[in-house]
Protein backbone atom coordinates (compact mmCIF):
# COMPACT_ATOMS: atom_id res chain seq x y z
CA UNK A 1 0.00 0.00 0.00
CA UNK A 2 1.57 3.38 -1.38
CA UNK A 3 1.44 6.66 0.62
CA UNK A 4 -1.43 9.14 -0.27
CA UNK A 5 -2.23 12.93 -0.57
CA UNK A 6 -4.55 14.77 -1.87
CA UNK A 7 -5.36 15.45 -5.42
CA UNK A 8 -6.21 19.38 -5.28
CA UNK A 9 -6.28 21.67 -2.57
CA UNK A 10 -9.92 22.57 -0.78
CA UNK A 11 -10.53 25.43 1.89
CA UNK A 12 -13.20 25.67 4.31
CA UNK A 13 -14.04 28.77 6.48
CA UNK A 14 -16.36 29.10 9.37
CA UNK A 15 -15.80 30.62 13.33
CA UNK A 16 -13.11 29.20 15.84
CA UNK A 17 -14.91 27.26 18.50
CA UNK A 18 -13.14 28.69 20.83
CA UNK A 19 -11.92 32.04 19.72
CA UNK A 20 -15.23 32.70 17.97
CA UNK A 21 -13.13 34.41 14.97
CA UNK A 22 -13.68 33.63 11.42
CA UNK A 23 -11.11 31.73 10.15
CA UNK A 24 -9.88 30.13 6.61
CA UNK A 25 -7.68 26.90 6.73
CA UNK A 26 -6.62 25.42 3.37
CA UNK A 27 -5.94 21.59 2.91
CA UNK A 28 -3.30 21.21 0.41
CA UNK A 29 -1.07 18.10 -0.93
CA UNK A 30 1.65 17.12 0.44
CA UNK A 31 4.93 15.20 -0.64
CA UNK A 32 5.65 11.63 0.04
CA UNK A 33 6.98 11.09 3.95
CA UNK A 34 5.56 14.86 4.94
CA UNK A 35 3.12 13.50 7.50
CA UNK A 36 0.67 15.95 8.82
CA UNK A 37 1.59 19.50 9.34
CA UNK A 38 -0.56 23.15 9.96
CA UNK A 39 0.85 26.27 8.59
CA UNK A 40 -0.10 29.31 11.07
CA UNK A 41 0.25 31.77 8.04
CA UNK A 42 -1.29 34.86 9.88
CA UNK A 43 2.05 34.86 12.11
CA UNK A 44 5.29 36.40 11.01
CA UNK A 45 7.86 33.54 9.28
CA UNK A 46 4.48 31.54 8.94
CA UNK A 47 5.40 28.51 10.80
CA UNK A 48 4.39 25.48 10.46
CA UNK A 49 3.76 22.91 13.53
CA UNK A 50 4.16 19.07 12.91
CA UNK A 51 1.19 17.21 13.91
CA UNK A 52 2.52 14.83 16.35
CA UNK A 53 1.83 13.88 20.36
CA UNK A 54 4.78 15.25 21.49
CA UNK A 55 3.56 18.45 20.16
CA UNK A 56 0.11 18.45 22.07
CA UNK A 57 0.49 21.45 24.62
CA UNK A 58 -2.63 21.38 25.97
CA UNK A 59 -6.05 19.00 25.99
CA UNK A 60 -9.03 21.13 27.63
CA UNK A 61 -12.23 20.77 25.51
CA UNK A 62 -9.90 19.94 22.40
CA UNK A 63 -6.61 18.92 21.40
CA UNK A 64 -3.77 22.16 21.13
CA UNK A 65 -0.69 21.83 19.25
CA UNK A 66 2.20 24.04 19.70
CA UNK A 67 6.05 24.69 18.43
CA UNK A 68 8.75 25.26 20.20
CA UNK A 69 7.96 25.92 23.50
CA UNK A 70 6.35 29.63 22.06
CA UNK A 71 3.42 30.54 23.44
CA UNK A 72 1.90 32.31 20.02
CA UNK A 73 2.86 29.48 18.04
CA UNK A 74 -0.36 27.33 18.57
CA UNK A 75 -3.17 25.71 17.07
CA UNK A 76 -6.24 24.49 19.17
CA UNK A 77 -9.13 21.84 17.78
CA UNK A 78 -7.27 19.95 15.98
CA UNK A 79 -8.64 16.78 15.74
CA UNK A 80 -11.57 16.77 13.48
CA UNK A 81 -9.43 17.45 10.51
CA UNK A 82 -6.70 14.92 11.86
CA UNK A 83 -9.79 11.99 11.82
CA UNK A 84 -10.89 12.61 8.78
CA UNK A 85 -7.52 12.65 7.13
CA UNK A 86 -6.05 9.69 9.00
CA UNK A 87 -9.67 8.02 8.22
CA UNK A 88 -9.40 8.84 4.50
CA UNK A 89 -6.16 6.94 4.39
CA UNK A 90 -4.60 10.53 3.62
CA UNK A 91 -0.86 10.39 4.92
CA UNK A 92 0.55 13.45 3.38
CA UNK A 93 -1.33 17.12 4.01
CA UNK A 94 -0.38 20.53 4.65
CA UNK A 95 -3.19 22.50 6.40
CA UNK A 96 -2.75 26.65 5.75
CA UNK A 97 -4.86 28.67 8.74
CA UNK A 98 -5.27 31.93 9.11
CA UNK A 99 -5.22 31.91 13.03
CA UNK A 100 -5.05 30.14 16.37
CA UNK A 101 -7.04 27.14 15.74
CA UNK A 102 -9.32 25.44 13.02
CA UNK A 103 -13.05 26.43 11.94
CA UNK A 104 -15.40 23.97 14.09
CA UNK A 105 -17.75 24.07 11.11
CA UNK A 106 -20.41 22.11 11.83
CA UNK A 107 -19.15 20.30 15.26
CA UNK A 108 -18.33 17.06 13.09
CA UNK A 109 -15.72 15.87 10.50
CA UNK A 110 -18.27 16.02 7.70
CA UNK A 111 -17.40 18.93 6.10
CA UNK A 112 -13.62 17.50 5.49
CA UNK A 113 -14.64 14.70 4.70
CA UNK A 114 -16.89 15.57 2.23
CA UNK A 115 -14.21 17.85 0.89
CA UNK A 116 -11.94 15.32 0.97
CA UNK A 117 -14.14 13.39 -1.45
CA UNK A 118 -14.33 15.93 -3.87
CA UNK A 119 -11.03 16.90 -3.63
CA UNK A 120 -9.61 13.33 -4.46
CA UNK A 121 -6.76 11.44 -3.37
CA UNK A 122 -3.49 10.57 -4.99
CA UNK A 123 -1.08 7.47 -4.70
CA UNK A 124 2.32 8.06 -4.31
CA UNK A 125 5.57 6.03 -4.40
CA UNK A 126 6.82 5.91 -0.70
CA UNK A 127 5.26 2.85 0.98
CA UNK A 128 2.73 3.33 3.76
CA UNK A 129 4.84 3.08 7.04
CA UNK A 130 1.93 1.54 9.33
CA UNK A 131 2.59 0.90 13.16
CA UNK A 132 1.45 -2.64 14.15
CA UNK A 133 0.42 -3.13 17.98
CA UNK A 134 2.65 -6.57 18.71
CA UNK A 135 0.85 -6.78 22.72
CA UNK A 136 -1.59 -4.76 24.48
CA UNK A 137 -1.14 -1.37 25.63
CA UNK A 138 -3.23 0.15 28.48
CA UNK A 139 -3.49 3.42 30.14
CA UNK A 140 -6.13 4.56 33.23
CA UNK A 141 -6.93 7.36 34.60
CA UNK A 142 -8.17 6.40 38.07
CA UNK A 143 -9.43 9.85 38.95
CA UNK A 144 -11.65 9.89 36.00
CA UNK A 145 -12.24 6.91 35.64
CA UNK A 146 -10.75 7.30 31.36
CA UNK A 147 -9.45 3.79 30.41
CA UNK A 148 -7.76 3.05 27.41
CA UNK A 149 -6.38 0.25 25.49
CA UNK A 150 -4.87 -1.16 22.06
CA UNK A 151 -5.07 -4.77 21.22
CA UNK A 152 -3.02 -6.28 18.35
CA UNK A 153 -5.10 -6.65 15.27
CA UNK A 154 -4.72 -7.25 11.34
CA UNK A 155 -6.80 -4.00 10.98
CA UNK A 156 -7.54 -0.55 12.72
CA UNK A 157 -10.72 -0.60 14.59
CA UNK A 158 -12.11 1.31 17.46
CA UNK A 159 -14.59 0.45 20.36
CA UNK A 160 -15.81 3.31 22.63
CA UNK A 161 -17.62 3.54 25.85
CA UNK A 162 -18.63 6.80 27.29
CA UNK A 163 -20.36 6.91 30.67
CA UNK A 164 -22.07 10.40 32.19
CA UNK A 165 -23.36 11.32 35.54
CA UNK A 166 -26.40 12.62 33.70
CA UNK A 167 -29.85 11.71 33.30
CA UNK A 168 -29.74 12.78 29.92
CA UNK A 169 -26.56 10.96 28.52
CA UNK A 170 -25.60 8.23 30.92
CA UNK A 171 -24.18 4.69 29.14
CA UNK A 172 -23.62 4.68 25.38
CA UNK A 173 -21.35 2.43 22.72
CA UNK A 174 -20.35 2.69 19.58
CA UNK A 175 -17.93 1.38 17.06
CA UNK A 176 -16.20 1.64 14.23
CA UNK A 177 -15.23 -2.05 12.54
CA UNK A 178 -14.27 -0.72 9.12
CA UNK A 179 -12.28 2.51 8.94
CA UNK A 180 -13.95 2.98 5.28
CA UNK A 181 -18.01 3.44 6.76
CA UNK A 182 -16.05 6.50 8.91
CA UNK A 183 -17.42 9.03 6.30
CA UNK A 184 -20.96 7.45 7.18
CA UNK A 185 -21.06 6.15 10.82
CA UNK A 186 -18.65 8.85 12.49
CA UNK A 187 -17.86 11.90 10.71
CA UNK A 188 -21.18 13.33 11.17
CA UNK A 189 -21.20 13.27 14.73
CA UNK A 190 -21.20 16.18 16.75
CA UNK A 191 -19.29 17.84 19.95
CA UNK A 192 -21.55 18.66 22.60
CA UNK A 193 -21.95 20.56 26.07
CA UNK A 194 -23.85 20.35 28.65
CA UNK A 195 -25.39 23.86 29.46
CA UNK A 196 -24.15 23.43 32.93
CA UNK A 197 -20.55 23.99 31.56
CA UNK A 198 -21.19 26.74 29.26
CA UNK A 199 -20.48 29.35 31.98
CA UNK A 200 -17.40 28.53 33.56
CA UNK A 201 -16.03 27.20 29.94
CA UNK A 202 -16.84 30.68 28.76
CA UNK A 203 -15.65 32.16 31.87
CA UNK A 204 -12.16 30.28 30.73
CA UNK A 205 -12.05 31.76 27.78
CA UNK A 206 -13.05 28.76 25.88
CA UNK A 207 -16.15 28.14 23.05
CA UNK A 208 -16.91 31.59 22.29
CA UNK A 209 -17.69 30.23 18.94
CA UNK A 210 -19.99 27.46 20.39
CA UNK A 211 -24.06 27.70 19.10
CA UNK A 212 -26.52 25.66 19.04
CA UNK A 213 -25.55 24.67 15.35
CA UNK A 214 -22.05 23.66 15.65
CA UNK A 215 -22.69 21.62 19.08
CA UNK A 216 -25.28 19.34 20.69
CA UNK A 217 -26.06 21.25 23.95
CA UNK A 218 -27.62 18.97 26.53
CA UNK A 219 -30.10 20.25 29.34
CA UNK A 220 -29.63 17.81 32.23
CA UNK A 221 -29.71 20.12 35.45
CA UNK A 222 -32.57 22.66 36.75
CA UNK A 223 -31.87 25.91 36.04
CA UNK A 224 -34.32 28.56 36.53
CA UNK A 225 -35.33 30.50 33.47
CA UNK A 226 -33.06 33.77 34.62
CA UNK A 227 -30.16 31.36 34.55
CA UNK A 228 -30.98 29.73 31.25
CA UNK A 229 -31.19 33.46 29.53
CA UNK A 230 -27.70 34.10 30.85
CA UNK A 231 -26.03 31.03 29.43
CA UNK A 232 -28.19 32.06 26.08
CA UNK A 233 -26.62 35.49 26.27
CA UNK A 234 -22.79 34.03 26.76
CA UNK A 235 -23.39 31.94 23.49
CA UNK A 236 -25.16 34.89 21.18
CA UNK A 237 -28.36 32.81 21.12
CA UNK A 238 -31.93 33.96 21.25
CA UNK A 239 -33.66 32.91 24.86
CA UNK A 240 -35.41 29.39 24.34
CA UNK A 241 -37.80 28.32 27.16
CA UNK A 242 -37.00 24.65 28.39
CA UNK A 243 -39.26 22.91 30.19
CA UNK A 244 -37.59 19.14 30.62
CA UNK A 245 -34.41 17.57 29.98
CA UNK A 246 -33.06 16.34 26.85
CA UNK A 247 -31.31 17.97 24.17
CA UNK A 248 -32.26 21.46 23.10
CA UNK A 249 -30.86 21.49 19.43
CA UNK A 250 -32.85 23.20 16.51
CA UNK A 251 -31.76 20.18 14.36
CA UNK A 252 -32.43 16.68 15.55
CA UNK A 253 -29.61 14.10 16.54
CA UNK A 254 -27.95 12.35 13.35
CA UNK A 255 -28.29 9.06 15.88
CA UNK A 256 -29.19 7.73 18.71
CA UNK A 257 -25.96 7.76 20.40
CA UNK A 258 -23.97 10.37 18.57
CA UNK A 259 -22.14 11.43 21.88
CA UNK A 260 -20.22 8.17 22.07
CA UNK A 261 -19.58 8.84 17.88
CA UNK A 262 -17.99 11.98 18.27
CA UNK A 263 -16.15 10.55 21.29
CA UNK A 264 -15.00 7.92 19.00
CA UNK A 265 -14.57 10.59 15.95
CA UNK A 266 -12.17 12.39 18.89
CA UNK A 267 -9.92 8.94 19.21
CA UNK A 268 -9.48 8.84 15.92
CA UNK A 269 -8.18 12.46 15.89
CA UNK A 270 -5.97 12.09 18.71
CA UNK A 271 -4.57 8.68 17.59
CA UNK A 272 -3.42 10.08 14.38
CA UNK A 273 -0.53 12.08 16.14
CA UNK A 274 0.88 8.93 16.22
CA UNK A 275 2.11 10.41 12.86
CA UNK A 276 1.33 6.66 10.80
CA UNK A 277 -1.18 4.61 10.21
CA UNK A 278 -2.35 1.87 12.79
CA UNK A 279 -2.89 -1.75 12.73
CA UNK A 280 -4.77 -2.54 15.80
CA UNK A 281 -8.04 -2.49 17.76
CA UNK A 282 -8.41 0.69 20.10
CA UNK A 283 -11.11 -0.18 22.97
CA UNK A 284 -12.01 3.32 25.02
CA UNK A 285 -14.13 3.60 28.42
CA UNK A 286 -14.96 7.21 29.11
CA UNK A 287 -12.21 8.57 26.57
CA UNK A 288 -10.84 12.69 26.60
CA UNK A 289 -8.39 14.08 25.06
CA UNK A 290 -5.80 14.17 27.75
CA UNK A 291 -5.80 9.84 27.63
CA UNK A 292 -5.75 9.77 24.16
CA UNK A 293 -2.97 11.88 23.49
CA UNK A 294 -1.00 10.77 26.36
CA UNK A 295 -1.66 7.34 24.71
CA UNK A 296 -0.62 8.75 21.27
CA UNK A 297 2.48 10.32 22.98
CA UNK A 298 3.57 7.03 24.68
CA UNK A 299 3.89 5.04 21.18
CA UNK A 300 5.69 8.37 20.03
CA UNK A 301 7.86 7.38 22.33
CA UNK A 302 8.61 3.93 20.84
CA UNK A 303 8.59 4.69 17.23
CA UNK A 304 11.33 8.04 18.47
CA UNK A 305 13.80 5.13 20.43
CA UNK A 306 13.48 2.73 17.23
CA UNK A 307 12.16 4.37 14.24
CA UNK A 308 11.59 1.21 11.74
CA UNK A 309 9.55 -1.57 13.43
CA UNK A 310 10.62 -5.07 13.46
CA UNK A 311 8.89 -7.06 10.26
CA UNK A 312 6.05 -9.27 11.75
CA UNK A 313 6.95 -13.29 11.86
CA UNK A 314 4.68 -15.55 11.48
CA UNK A 315 6.97 -19.27 10.92
CA UNK A 316 3.31 -20.89 10.71
CA UNK A 317 2.51 -18.75 7.02
CA UNK A 318 3.95 -20.07 3.91
CA UNK A 319 6.78 -18.27 2.90
CA UNK A 320 6.97 -16.50 -0.09
CA UNK A 321 10.26 -17.65 -1.24
CA UNK A 322 11.59 -20.76 0.26
CA UNK A 323 15.46 -21.61 0.43
CA UNK A 324 14.69 -24.41 -2.84
CA UNK A 325 12.90 -20.77 -4.96
CA UNK A 326 16.30 -18.69 -3.65
CA UNK A 327 18.77 -20.84 -5.00
CA UNK A 328 17.41 -20.22 -8.16
CA UNK A 329 17.80 -16.66 -7.97
CA UNK A 330 21.43 -16.27 -6.15
CA UNK A 331 24.40 -17.94 -6.93
CA UNK A 332 25.64 -18.67 -3.56
CA UNK A 333 25.82 -22.05 -2.21
CA UNK A 334 27.01 -23.71 1.23
CA UNK A 335 28.34 -21.96 3.32
CA UNK A 336 27.59 -18.49 1.88
CA UNK A 337 24.10 -18.63 1.14
CA UNK A 338 23.12 -16.32 4.34
CA UNK A 339 18.97 -16.22 3.52
CA UNK A 340 16.99 -19.07 4.46
CA UNK A 341 13.03 -17.58 3.04
CA UNK A 342 11.46 -14.65 2.65
CA UNK A 343 8.23 -13.96 4.15
CA UNK A 344 7.13 -10.33 2.50
CA UNK A 345 7.74 -8.57 -0.49
CA UNK A 346 6.46 -4.85 -1.81
CA UNK A 347 7.61 -3.25 -4.91
CA UNK A 348 10.14 -0.75 -3.04
CA UNK A 349 10.82 -3.57 -0.07
CA UNK A 350 11.75 -7.16 0.98
CA UNK A 351 11.46 -8.91 4.21
CA UNK A 352 14.39 -12.07 4.38
CA UNK A 353 14.73 -14.62 7.55
CA UNK A 354 18.02 -16.28 8.69
CA UNK A 355 18.00 -18.95 11.12
CA UNK A 356 21.32 -18.71 12.89
CA UNK A 357 22.33 -22.09 14.55
CA UNK A 358 25.30 -23.41 16.09
CA UNK A 359 26.16 -25.72 13.40
CA UNK A 360 27.06 -22.34 11.11
CA UNK A 361 30.42 -22.84 10.19
CA UNK A 362 32.24 -19.63 10.80
CA UNK A 363 31.33 -20.45 14.86
CA UNK A 364 33.90 -22.65 14.18
CA UNK A 365 36.91 -19.35 14.53
CA UNK A 366 34.16 -16.62 15.66
CA UNK A 367 34.84 -17.36 18.61
CA UNK A 368 35.33 -20.68 20.28
CA UNK A 369 34.29 -19.85 23.37
CA UNK A 370 32.29 -17.18 22.95
CA UNK A 371 30.02 -17.71 19.32
CA UNK A 372 29.36 -14.57 17.66
CA UNK A 373 28.17 -14.22 13.89
CA UNK A 374 30.21 -11.91 12.39
CA UNK A 375 29.34 -8.49 11.22
CA UNK A 376 30.37 -8.61 7.95
CA UNK A 377 28.36 -11.98 7.27
CA UNK A 378 24.76 -9.89 8.67
CA UNK A 379 25.70 -6.98 6.09
CA UNK A 380 26.53 -10.09 3.07
CA UNK A 381 22.86 -11.58 4.25
CA UNK A 382 21.44 -7.97 3.91
CA UNK A 383 23.68 -7.67 0.43
CA UNK A 384 21.70 -11.12 -0.69
CA UNK A 385 18.30 -10.30 0.66
CA UNK A 386 18.24 -6.95 -1.02
CA UNK A 387 19.77 -8.99 -4.22
CA UNK A 388 16.37 -10.93 -4.34
CA UNK A 389 14.50 -7.51 -4.30
CA UNK A 390 16.68 -6.53 -7.28
CA UNK A 391 16.20 -9.67 -9.41
CA UNK A 392 11.99 -8.87 -8.49
CA UNK A 393 12.60 -5.97 -10.77
CA UNK A 394 13.96 -7.78 -14.11
CA UNK A 395 12.42 -10.48 -16.27
CA UNK A 396 14.11 -13.72 -16.43
CA UNK A 397 16.15 -13.04 -13.16
CA UNK A 398 18.13 -16.52 -13.30
CA UNK A 399 20.35 -14.49 -16.21
CA UNK A 400 20.91 -11.82 -13.98
CA UNK A 401 23.72 -11.16 -10.70
CA UNK A 402 23.77 -8.57 -8.41
CA UNK A 403 27.01 -7.24 -6.67
CA UNK A 404 28.19 -4.43 -4.13
CA UNK A 405 29.52 -1.24 -5.18
CA UNK A 406 29.62 0.49 -1.89
CA UNK A 407 28.27 0.08 1.75
CA UNK A 408 27.85 3.30 4.02
CA UNK A 409 26.76 3.83 7.55
CA UNK A 410 27.21 0.52 9.38
CA UNK A 411 26.03 0.29 12.97
CA UNK A 412 26.67 -2.69 14.53
CA UNK A 413 23.81 -2.75 17.94
CA UNK A 414 23.83 -6.19 19.28
CA UNK A 415 25.31 -9.39 19.12
CA UNK A 416 23.54 -12.31 17.12
CA UNK A 417 24.16 -15.93 18.63
CA UNK A 418 23.46 -19.60 18.20
CA UNK A 419 19.76 -19.75 18.44
CA UNK A 420 18.81 -16.46 16.96
CA UNK A 421 16.70 -15.67 14.19
CA UNK A 422 17.41 -12.83 11.85
CA UNK A 423 15.03 -10.79 10.19
CA UNK A 424 16.70 -8.60 7.64
CA UNK A 425 13.72 -5.77 5.88
CA UNK A 426 15.47 -3.99 2.98
CA UNK A 427 14.25 -1.01 0.61
CA UNK A 428 15.22 1.52 -2.13
CA UNK A 429 16.11 4.58 -1.03
CA UNK A 430 16.38 5.77 -4.39
CA UNK A 431 14.79 4.48 -7.65
CA UNK A 432 17.02 1.63 -9.47
CA UNK A 433 18.54 3.52 -12.23
CA UNK A 434 21.09 2.12 -14.99
CA UNK A 435 20.90 -1.34 -12.97
CA UNK A 436 22.37 0.85 -10.06
CA UNK A 437 20.53 0.53 -6.69
CA UNK A 438 20.55 2.20 -3.41
CA UNK A 439 19.21 0.35 -0.57
CA UNK A 440 18.35 0.78 3.21
CA UNK A 441 18.91 -2.67 5.30
CA UNK A 442 17.94 -3.48 8.64
CA UNK A 443 18.61 -6.25 10.84
CA UNK A 444 16.18 -7.60 13.36
CA UNK A 445 16.77 -10.27 16.15
CA UNK A 446 12.91 -10.15 18.20
CA UNK A 447 11.84 -6.85 18.25
CA UNK A 448 15.56 -4.90 18.31
CA UNK A 449 17.30 -3.72 15.31
CA UNK A 450 21.20 -5.65 15.95
CA UNK A 451 22.78 -4.25 12.77
CA UNK A 452 21.78 -1.76 9.94
CA UNK A 453 23.81 -0.30 6.95
CA UNK A 454 23.30 1.38 3.41
CA UNK A 455 24.65 -0.06 0.43
CA UNK A 456 25.09 0.37 -3.76
CA UNK A 457 24.71 -3.00 -5.67
CA UNK A 458 25.29 -3.32 -9.35
CA UNK A 459 22.89 -5.71 -11.23
CA UNK A 460 24.67 -7.28 -14.00
CA UNK A 461 23.77 -9.71 -16.16
CA UNK A 462 25.47 -13.19 -16.32
CA UNK A 463 27.11 -14.00 -19.72
Do not use: W
Amino acid sequence: MNQLTLNAPFTLSGKGLHTGRQLTAEFCPAPDNHGYKIQRIDLEDQPVIDCLAENVIATNRGTVLGKGGKADITVSTVEHAMAALYASGIDNCLIKVDGPELPILDGSAKPIIDAIAASGTTEQKAEKDFYVIKHKIELSDPETGSKIMILPDDEFSVEVKVNFNSPVLANQYASLEQVEDFATEIAPARTFVFVREIEPLVSGGLIKGGDLDNAIVIYDSPMDAEALNAVADLMGVEHRKVDSFGYINTTPLQFDNEPARHKLLDVIGDIALIGRPLKGKVIATKPGHTINTKLAKNIRRDIKRQEVQAPVYDPNKEPLMDNNQIRELLPHRYPFLLVDKVIEKGAQYIVGVKNVTTNEPFFQGHFPQEPVMPGVLMVEAMAQTGGLLVLSTVDEPERYSTYFMKIDNVKFRQKVVPGDTLIFHVSFMTELRRGMAVMKGYAFVGEKIVCECEFMAQIIKNK
